[in-house]
């Protein structure tokens, strides 16, 4: 197992170093040849969804796909970013009240304000960036765009000196004030300590995290991506985020973390029933966490499977965030014998995580992508998860 995830590695690093040299040239025909290279990853989460703002657990791990970005200062106050997957240039004045209003460049006003109420000094700089983090599918390619730039302004204009937690939080607070997604900390944490070959436990009411070496022998983790996506511009995940702060309010704690079961059934009959389901599945959720780590510690990955398809079950009744079309893919799984199968990450659509055994491997991808096609008439892709480093600086191009 060790060695196929190393040469899994090594095939994966070329195909970016591929994208990377693309990158390079079009920085160079756009701003020259000084620049420094930032790459941060995507992320899966193997269990402990929609727990990170309730100050539960999560289980990420950071994954090979990643944004990488080429800058240098520019000696203005205006930052120059060419998206190049996307094709769209754009500027803004880092001194503007408003900032810019196309997306992509949301992303980059939000970190360049927040390093500066950290307290760090940026300027103008040029940019090129792009990467392989699939847009829409859940694998947080908003939070590794976020975490590629802190990482590189903190070096370029901090000196290195905020440490890799604050710069996570820099990401999530961009996310919260720029992009109106009140998200959790999962994404930019795991995007910025990702270590090859480890998942990580946090503890989000503490912060506390450990590392969890990830080799499980005779079976692998592939994401099944729906290629479909649902959401309406944030809205429905912020308002899962609401009912878990009405039900805590209530119960009188900080975050649902701190609610029991027994305190959860006292409150049932002040609570609508929706956002008793959702706490519900909170309350579910952190208990399949820990249900998890021993399971973990015993190597028992049929254990870890079952209660992955527990979670899918609490995301689709009671949390509410899957749809046909992932419900359809964690079914086939079922049917072909995977050992577990949920739908990751804020949910509406995006992928599915599968803990699948060697032995059912092949039946499982060979006859998923046509049935999926003839149901749904959408191709869905198939992507066997890598663990990789998290956030960093890959190089100084010539001076
Ligand atoms: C999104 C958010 C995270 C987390 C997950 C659900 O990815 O960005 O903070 O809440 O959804 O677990």
Redesign the pocket.
């Known amino acids: 197992m060790r060695q196929a995830a190393i040469k899994s590695n090594y095939q994966h690093s070329i195909s970016i170093s591929m994208s990377l040299s693309q990158l390079l040239n079009i920085f160079s025909s756009r701003y020259g040849d000084d620049g420094v290279v930032y790459s941060a990853p995507g992320r899966i ?1 193997l269990i402990g ?2 727990t ?2 309730n100050g539960g657990f999560v289980f990420p791990g950071a994954v090979a796909q990643s944004i990488t970005a080429v800058l240098r200062p520019n000696g203005t106050t205006s930052v120059n970013a060419y998206a190049a997957d996307l094709d769209l240039q754009g500027s803004f004045a880092i001194d503007d009240p408003d900032g810019p209003q196309q997306t992509h460049l949301r992303y980059l006003y939000g970190v360049v304000r927040e390093m500066k109420d950290h307290g760090v000094a940026v300027q103008g700089f040029d940019a090129v960036y792009g990467g392989d983090v699939p847009l829409g599918a ?1 694998m ?1 390619s908003s939070a590794a765009l976020e975490c590629c730039f802190a990482t590189a302004l903190n070096d370029l204009f901090g000196n290195g000196r905020l440490d890799r937690m604050t710069l996570a939080r820099i990401g999530q607070a961009t996310e919260h004030k720029y992009v109106g997604v009140k ?5 930019q944490f795991a995007s910025m300590h990702g270590r090859e070959g480890s998942l990580m436990r946090l503890d989000c009411r503490s912060g506390e995290y450990e590392y969890f070496p990830w080799h499980p022998d005779g079976y692998r983790l592939l994401l099944v991506n729906s290629c479909v996506r649902h959401e309406l511009v944030g809205s429905p995940y912020n308002e899962r985020r609401q009912s878990c702060e009405r039900v805590a309010q209530l119960a009188g704690v900080e975050t649902l973390r701190d609610c029991s079961w027994q305190q959860l059934e006292q409150l049932r009959d002040r609570l609508d029933d929706t956002d008793y389901r959702r706490a519900r599945y909170v309350l579910g959720e952190t208990d399949r966490v820990l249900a998890v780590c021993q399971a973990l510690q015993q190597d028992d990955y049929e254990e870890v499977g079952r209660q992955m398809y527990l979670t899918h079950e609490g995301l689709r009744h009671d949390y509410e965030v899957s749809c046909d079309e992932i419900d359809f893919l964690v079914d086939e799984a079922r049917r072909c014998g995977v050992s577990g199968s949920r739908i990751m ?2 949910g509406f659509g995006g992928c599915t995580i599968n803990l699948v055994r060697d032995d059912r491997y092949d039946t499982f991808t060979e006859t998923l992508p046509s049935r999926y096609k003839s149901r749904f008439g959408v191709d869905c892709q198939l992507i066997p998860v890598v663990i990789g480093p998290g956030a960093r600086r890959i190089m100084d191009l010539e001076q």
Do not use: F, K, L, V
């Open positions: 989460n969804e929609h990170d703002y859940g947080s998200c959790g900390i999962m994404d990450g804020g």
